[in-house]
């Protein structure tokens, strides 16, 4: 079985992209990154992956008649590619059918909270803002809802008094740059099957 290959979305500054990046170039990984998927132009993902030598495809979602239309195109590019894992590392914008059918199970994407709890935008400033003790970051299968899909992994992140959204932020940040390789590794290695709502991660 050769690397797995995948394609990153990302709207911002691209550290999951980045992690990725790296722990392919460290051996860690058993994946080839084949295209970053951004929908900002002047994004600072987008200068990540030409420094990495990644392929971009970047657009304006405005410049489209729907979401339906762009990930049709999104979707051609993909499949052109031969794509068997999306990863959506900070990709702020909804996912139609469009995408999620034809890569349900082969779709993940990483979120800043304990999942059930705070879907969404602002994962961070809604546990501050709720009084949460302990919160973190959250693997899932995306299924088309909102944070909605299977889980795969979670890792735990605790809430310190005088916490503003920076400062837990970065430790949230730093925790998903640890998980996300670590689970895109169990499924480059066929580790990980799907039942339902249920993941397991075998030994």
């Known amino acids: 079985m050769g690397a797995l290959r995948i394609a990153v979305f990302a709207s911002g500054q691209g550290t999951n992209f980045q992690a990725l990046v790296d722990s392919v170039q ?4 058993d994946a080839t990154i084949e295209l970053l998927v951004c929908d900002k132009p002047a994004a600072p993902v987008v200068e990540r992956a030409r420094k990495a030598g990644v392929d971009t495809f970047v657009f304006v979602p405005k410049e489209y008649e729907s979401r339906e239309v762009y990930e049709t195109e999104i979707l051609a590019e ?7 894992l999306v990863v959506l590392g ?7 059918s469009v995408l999620v059918e034809p890569f349900y199970g082969r779709m993940i994407n990483i979120h800043p909270a304990l999942l059930p709890s705070f879907p969404g935008v602002n994962g961070i400033g809604q546990a ?18 909102m944070d909605s899909g299977p889980i795969i992994a979670q890792s735990a992140v605790e809430v310190l008094v005088g916490d503003t959204e920076d400062t837990l932020g970065g430790r949230i940040h730093a925790a998903e740059q640890q998980l996300l390789p670590k689970v895109v590794q169990w499924i480059a290695a066929g580790r990980i099957t799907l039942e339902g709502r249920f993941v397991t991660v075998k030994a």
């Open 128 to 145: 501050l803002a709720y009084g949460v003790k302990i919160t973190g970051v959250t693997v899932h299968y995306v299924d088309g809802g």
């Open 26 to 29: 460290q051996g860690e990984l």
């Open 90 to 96: 900070g990709y702020m914008r909804i996912i139609t």
């Open 78 to 84: 993909l499949q052109r590619r031969g794509i068997e």
